[in-house]
């Protein structure tokens, strides 16, 4: 699952029942969501994987970020807010290209697709 958020891109998997990794690209991402959901694990630093930041968290901690990241809706245009926020900022030409090209695709399938 990806999620874009104002606290940064995260993509979290199960790897095994009751261990799930919340990967990052940027280590200051997973920063952020240390702080505002108080998970305590460490940041695993892994020089040559697809994501190189992760937190190798269990069900009730991938749940616990989770409903914090929900809270934090506190805005009505996603990519407005990334670019009021300044940690962020950086990441709007990725979100601005990522919304193109789903847009792209909602144009091109979104009638034929349920």
């Known amino acids: 699952m990806w999620l874009c ?11 095994k029942p009751g261990e799930y990794h919340i990967r990052a690209r940027v280590k ?3 920063e952020n969501l240390k702080t505002i959901s ?7 630093v892994t020089e040559d994987a697809d994501y190189r930041y992760r ?3 269990n069900e009730i901690e991938v749940i616990t970020a989770m409903t ?4 934090t809706l506190d805005y ?3 990519k407005s807010e990334i670019a009021k926020t300044e940690d962020q900022r950086n990441k709007l030409s990725a979100y601005h290209k990522i919304w193109e090209l789903m847009m792209g695709f ?3 399938f ?3 697709q349920p």
Do not use: M
């Open 38 to 44: 108080e998970i305590k694990r460490s940041i695993i």
């Open 110 to 112: 979104g009638k034929t």
């Open 106 to 108: 909602q144009k091109k």
């Open 5 to 15: 958020t104002k606290y940064g891109f995260y993509s979290i998997v199960r790897k």
């Open 76 to 78: 009505s245009n996603f």
């Open 28 to 30: 200051g991402d997973l």
């Open 55 to 57: 937190l190798v968290v």
């Open 68 to 71: 914090v990241l929900a809270h």
